[in-house]
Nanobody, 114 residues
């Protein structure tokens, strides 16, 4: 059974940083691509993909909205994927989800506010 357990998140002022973790069980993350998504507070907005890391060579891809500010990485020994978020903006507020092999993490709240 695949389980993705997230940690991190919370409240930060604009310009601050947060790091999210997504620890997997029942699934070797280096054999699957892993992605981070965000659900904005506006329920009319669709969940958007922010970053992904490819299973094979670990190549990374980013949405333009986070490119240069967010970094996705993977620790194969810990079977964990991370999302380092720097220079956070108010519009980064939302619930963040990791995704791998058709499974979602439980979601982590990020609030960027002064």
């Amino acid at each position: 059974q695949v389980q993705l357990v997230q940690s991190g998140g919370g409240w930060v002022q604009p310009g601050g940083s947060l790091n999210l973790s997504c620890a997997a069980s029942g699934l070797p993350l280096d054999n699957y691509g892993t992605a981070w998504f965000r659900q904005a507070p506006d329920p009319e907005k669709a969940r958007e993909g922010l970053a992904c890391i490819v299973k094979s060579d670990g190549s990374t891809y980013y949405d333009d909205s986070v490119k240069g500010r967010f970094t996705i990485s993977r620790d194969n020994a810990k079977n964990t994927v991370y999302l380092q978020m720097n220079s956070l903006k108010v519009e980064d507020t939302g619930v963040y989800y990791c995704y791998a092999k058709r499974s979602w993490g439980q979601g982590t709240q990020v609030i960027v506010s002064s």
